[in-house]
C-alpha cells in the first residue's frame, strides 16, 4: 500500500512563491508517475503537474513557467514549486500517484491535500 502526505500549503501574497512536498512510504515509489492535483471551492479538480519516473513533465497551460515539478526517489518526496502566485491558484493541493494505461495517466493513490491560499 502506498500512502502520501502532502506539505507546504499556506498564506502566500500575489506574486510570491511556496513549495508543496508529498511524502511517499512505500517501496514502490520510483515506479510511479507523480501528479499534483488541485480544487479550488466549488470546482472540479484539475490536473496540475506530472513527473515520470524517468523525469519528464507536463503541466497545465494556466501554470507553465510558473510552477515545476520535480522528485527525489532517493526522499521518496516529489515537490511542486510555485512561483508568481495568484489568486486564482487558491486550492487544496492534491499529490497523486499514478500508473499509464494506453497513453492515459490513471491516479491510483490520492494524499489528504495541502490548502494553499493567494491573497493579498
Known amino acids: 500500500q502506498v500512502q502520501l502526505v502532502e506539505s507546504g500549503g499556506g498564506l502566500v501574497q500575489p506574486g510570491g512563491s511556496l513549495r508543496l512536498s508529498c511524502a511517499a512510504s512505500g517501496s514502490i515509489f520510483s515506479i510511479y508517475a507523480m501528479g499534483w492535483y488541485r480544487q479550488a471551492p466549488g470546482k472540479q479538480r484539475e490536473f496540475v503537474a506530472r513527473?515520470?519516473?524517468?523525469?519528464?513533465?507536463n503541466y497545465v497551460n494556466s501554470v507553465k513557467g510558473r510552477f515545476t515539478i520535480s522528485r527525489d526517489n532517493a526522499k521518496n518526496t516529489v515537490y511542486l514549486q510555485m512561483n508568481s502566485l495568484k489568486p486564482e491558484d487558491t486550492a487544496v493541493y492534491y499529490c497523486?500517484?499514478?500508473?499509464?494505461?494506453?497513453?492515459?495517466?490513471?491516479?491510483?493513490?490520492w494524499g489528504q491535500g495541502t490548502r494553499v491560499t493567494v491573497s493579498s
Open positions: 497523486s500517484a499514478d500508473r499509464q494505461y494506453s497513453g492515459v495517466y490513471y491516479s491510483d493513490y
Open positions: 513527473i515520470t519516473s524517468s523525469g519528464s513533465t
